[in-house]
């Protein structure tokens, strides 16, 4: 997947796991919406290991680089360059 694909595909997890987490704020034992929320989690995780490991952290949390905090590298994920 291309970085702006796989950028694109972590936005769209986002807005589902928010719109989900809004449901179940008044809905706490909904089994299908837990379901929901569980399945879109991992396809998000996923994405966001896979855009970490090609092209570098989305937010400070994702720096894994032992050696140096590679945080500050460019392009930014917000920048034009990198999507």
Known sequence: MSMKNLMLAIQMY?????DIKLFLDTH???TTALAYYKHYKQLRDNAVHEYVE??????AN?????SKFSWINDPWPWERSAN
């Open 14 to 18: 986002d807005f589902y796991l928010n």
């Open 28 to 30: 706490p034992e909904d």
């Open 54 to 59: 090609k092209w570098g952290p989305i937010t």
């Open 62 to 66: 994702n720096s894994v680089n032992t």
